[in-house]
C-alpha cells in the first residue's frame, strides 16, 4: 500500500506591526511641505508686487529730463536780446503706472534772454498766481496781463496791482555749452502769498 502525500496546508499568516517611520524619513516629509510652499508663495509675492506697483508709485513721471530736473525748452539764439518774453511749450512723454502718453504738455513757460547778466535768462510760469490762470504779455505796455481777474506784473515778474497775492513764480533756468535753455518746471500753489509747491 502506498503512503498518500499529507495534505497541503497552508501557513498562516501572522501580521507583523508595522515600525514607525524613521526619523529621516519625518525631516524628508518637513523638507519638502517648506520647499513647496516657498515654491508656491514665490510666485504669489511677485504677481502681487507687480499688480500693486501702481499704487506704490507715488506720483506721474515725465520723462525727458536731466539728472536735476531740467527740461530743455529752447536755444538761447531764438530769445530777443532786448529782453522781450517769450512763451514756451514744454512737452515730454509721460509715465503714469504702466501707461506711457506720447508728447505731453508739462505747462508754459515765458523767457527773456538778459544780456551780460550771469545767468543770462530769466524763466517764469505763465500761470497767475491769484486764481491759476493763463498771464499774457502785452507788448504795448510791456507788462504781464491775466485776463480773468486783471493782474498785473512788470517785465521781472513783480505784481503792479493789490490783485495778486504775489508776483509771478520764477523758474530756475540754465544754459549749456550748446546754447540750449534748460528749465525745472515745478507747479505753486494759488491764492496766496508763500510760494509753496503745490
Known amino acids: 500500500m502506498t503512503e498518500q502525500p499529507a495534505p497541503i496546508t497552508h ?27 516657498i515654491i508656491t508663495l514665490t510666485p504669489l509675492g511677485l504677481g502681487g ?12 513721471k515725465f520723462l525727458g529730463a536731466d539728472p536735476m530736473g531740467y527740461f530743455a525748452v529752447t536755444k538761447l539764439s531764438e530769445l530777443p536780446a532786448d529782453g522781450t518774453p517769450v512763451r514756451f511749450t514744454i512737452r515730454a512723454d509721460l509715465v503714469d503706472a504702466w501707461n506711457l502718453f506720447k508728447d ?6 515765458y523767457l527773456r534772454q538778459i544780456v551780460g547778466a550771469a545767468n543770462p535768462v530769466i524763466a517764469f510760469t ?6 491759476g490762470c493763463k498771464v499774457n504779455y502785452q507788448t504795448s505796455s510791456k507788462t504781464f496781463y491775466c485776463p480773468c481777474h486783471a493782474s498785473s506784473f512788470d517785465l521781472e515778474g513783480d505784481k503792479l496791482n493789490k490783485i495778486p497775492p504775489r508776483g509771478m513764480d520764477g523758474l ?10 534748460w528749465v525745472k518746471y515745478l ?12
Do not use: Y
Open 187 to 198: 507747479d505753486f500753489r494759488g491764492a496766496i502769498a508763500e510760494k509753496i509747491l503745490s
Open 11 to 37: 501557513a498562516s499568516t501572522t501580521h507583523v506591526p508595522t515600525t514607525p517611520p524613521e526619523r529621516r524619513g519625518f525631516f524628508a516629509g518637513v523638507v519638502a511641505i517648506v520647499a513647496g510652499t
Open 104 to 109: 505731453r504738455t508739462i505747462g508754459s513757460v
Open 126 to 131: 505763465d500761470v497767475c498766481p491769484h486764481l
Open 49 to 60: 508686487m507687480f499688480s500693486l506697483d501702481p499704487i506704490r508709485r507715488k506720483r506721474s
Open 172 to 181: 530756475d533756468a540754465k544754459v549749456d555749452a550748446e546754447g540750449r535753455v
